[in-house]
C-alpha cells in the first residue's frame, strides 16, 4: 500500500489511533478470507480493495473533490443514491461494524443503543474514517429512534442532512416519501451546482440498477450446490459494493460471476457438496463485522444468503427504468424505498414473504435470525417471523450480539448445536 | 468438559459401567485426561477397552484424544433421554450459562434456547452471590425455611452489590438466598414459557442438585420438575451415549 498518511493528516484524522485500527486488519483479513480453501480467483480484486480501505479509493475521491464534484455518504439503502450520481458526484456507504469505535461513541451516546449507531459516531469522533472526513455530508434517515436523535449529536460534528422515512405504506406514506425525495433532489442540486436532468437521472438509474443487478447476479450463483462461493466472501463484496466505484465495482464483480458460473457448471464449490446451508436474516452487518459468517463457516456450514441491508435488500429492488420525465422518474425512483421490506415499516409481513421465499430459492436448511443488541424493530419482529417459518417447518434460532468477539466460544457452540439440530 | 467441571461417563450398552468428575482448573486438556482416567478406575476396566470418546462442553475443543466432538446441547438432550425418555423439556443450568431444550422421543434437540453474553441465571451467578453471604452451595438446602425476598437484579456483578444494601438493612440471610434462587427459577422459567409451556422437564446441571430450586421452578413452571441421580453427568452421559450410536 502506498502511504496515504499525509492525505489522512490532511483530512484531519487521528493518526495514532487510526494507525492502531488498521493495524489489526491484515492479520484479521488474512485469517478471515485469504486462508479460505478453494476461494475463485476473481476474490483477488476485492482483497486488493480492502488493502486499500482506506487509501486508494479515498484517493479517487478526492480526485473527484479537486475537479469540483461532491461526496456523499450514507448509512441506509433508502437513500436515493441516483440523484448524486445524475450530479456527477459519488454515494457511499459508511463503515459501522467495528468494536474499536463503539467506546469512542458511547462518550457521547449511552451505553444501551445500537452497536452499529456507536460505532459510526465512533469513527466520526475519533477521526478514524476517511470516508466520513471526505464527505460533504452526511444522509441520516429516520429508520429507528436511535439513529433519528443520533443525527442531532452527529449535525454537531459533521453536515448531516436527515430525510424522513414513512413508518407504514399507504398512500399518505408514498406522498410523504415523494416529497422527501424532491427535497434531497433540491438538496444535491443545491450542494452541486448542477441541474439534474431526465437524461442525466435515467443513466444515474440505469447505473445504480446494474450494480444492483450484478449484485443479484452474484447471489444467483449462491443457490447451487455445491455453493461456488463461501457467505463471508460474497457478503464482503455487498460491503464493498457500498464503497467501490460503480463502473468498476461491475466491471469486476460481473468477471468474478462468468468465473462463479462456470465453477458452477463444473460443479466446482468452495464449501463440499451437501454442506448445511444457511440464511442469516435480520440487521445488517457493515464492515468490517464478518464474526457470524466466520462463526457459521468454520462450524462446516456455508451461509447462502443475508436477508439484510448488507445483502438481498440492498440489490433485489429496482427502480423502473421506462419512464421519461423528470417527475416520473423522481416517482420510480421513491417506489423503490417503499418497495424494500425493513423492520421500520409496520406492519412488515413482507418481510416473512421474501424470507420464506428466499429459503426455497438459496435451498436453506436453516434460518440464523441476526439482530445487533438493543435493536427493538428487528427484535421484536422475531416473534412473528418465528412462527412463520416454524409453521413452515424451517429451522430458525436467533442470535443476539454486538461487534465484539467475547461472545464468540458461547455463540460457536449454539451455531454447532443448531447445525447438529438440523442435520 | 464444563467451565467448572469436568466429567466422565462410561458406558456399556445401557448400563453406567463408571463415572468421575473433578475441577476442570486451569487446563481443559489436563483435566480431561485425568477425569477420564478415573472413571476408567472406577469402571475397574482399562483405557484399552475404550471404544470410542466424544467430547462436549466449552473444553471439548481443547481434548485431543476424541473420537468426535458434540455440544453440550445435543448431549444434554440425549443424556436427560436416558432417564426420562418421556419428558419433552431440559432445563440444564451450568458453570457459565443456562439452557432450556425441547426434545423428542429419541433424545433428538427439536429447539434450544440459550442465555446470551452475561453469567446470569447460572451456576456461577449463585455461587458468586452465596459466596458474598460466607455461604457453600452444598449448605444452601441445610438453611432454615425463609420468605424470599425481591432480588431484582440477574447481573452477577450488581446482584452482589444489591445483595450487600440488603445485609446491611438486616435482612436474614436465608431469606436472601431463597430471593436469589427464586430469580434464577423466574428467569429460567421466563426461557423456558418462551419455547413451550407445560410440558415436564428434565432439570440437569450441577444446580440441579438443589431442592429448593427445585420447588421454585416446578412452583414458577406449573409441572413436573424430574432430577436424575446425578445431575452434574448427564451432558457426559449423553456423549457417552452419542459415542455408543456412531458404532
Known sequence: MADYRKMWQDLGMDLEKHDEFLAAVPDIYGELFVSQQKRPAGMEYFDF???????????????????????????????????????????????AGAQYSVPIGEKVLPRSLCPLIKSSLGFKLGGLCPYFEVSDFVVGETTCDGKKKAWEILAQYHPTYVMELPQKKGEADKELWLKEVYKFKEKVEAETGVTITPESLSEAIKLANRRRKVLQRLYDTRKHDPVPISGKDAMLITQLSFFDDPERFIEKTSALCDELEDRVAKGEGAAPKGAPRILITGTPMPLPSWKMHHIIESSGAVVVCEESCTGTRSFETLVDETKTGLNEQVEAISRRALNINC??????????????????????????????QFCQSYSVEYHLVEKALQEAGIPVMRIESDYSDEDAGQLQTRIEAFLEMIK | MGSTAAKAVLLKDKKILGWAMIPTGWSPQKAGEEVLQR?????????????????????????????KAVTEISCHAMGANYYFPENKMVIDIG?????????????????????DKCAAGTGRFLQVTVNGLGLELDQLDRLPPAEPVN??????????????SLLAAGT????????????????????????QENVNVTFTGGVAQNRLLREMLARELGVEVMVPPVPQIIGALGAAIIARNIG
Open chain 1, 343 to 372: 423492520a421500520c415499516y409496520t406492519p412488515n409481513t413482507g418481510r416473512i414473504d421474501d424470507i420464506l421465499r428466499q429459503v426455497k430459492e438459496y435451498k436453506a436448511d436453516g434460518v440464523v435470525y441476526y439482530s445487533l
Open chain 2, 95 to 115: 458453570g457459565q450459562d443456562s439452557k432450556v431444550i425441547l426434545v423428542n422421543k429419541q433424545g433428538k434437540v427439536i429447539n434450544f434456547l440459550m442465555n
Open chain 2, 151 to 164: 432480588i431484582n437484579s440477574m447481573c452477577t456483578v450488581f446482584a452482589e452489590s444489591e445483595v450487600i
Open chain 2, 172 to 195: 436474614a440471610k436465608e431469606s436472601i438466598v431463597a430471593g436469589l434462587l427464586k430469580s434464577i427459577a423466574k428467569r429460567v422459567s421466563t426461557m423456558a414459557g418462551s419455547i
Open chain 2, 39 to 67: 472413571a476408567v478406575d472406577a469402571a475397574g476396566i482399562t483405557a484399552a477397552d475404550i471404544h470410542r470418546v466424544v467430547g462436549t462442553g466449552y473444553g471439548r475443543v481443547a481434548l485431543d484424544f476424541l473420537d
Open chain 1, 49 to 95: 480493495v480492502m488493502s486499500e480501505v482506506h487509501g486508494l479509493r479515498v484517493k479517487e475521491l478526492l480526485d473527484k473533490k479537486a475537479e469540483g464534484k461532491k461526496v456523499v455518504s450514507s448509512f441506509c439503502v433508502f437513500v436515493p443514491e441516483e440523484f448524486v450520481l445524475a450530479a456527477g458526484g459519488a454515494c457511499i456507504g459508511l463503515c
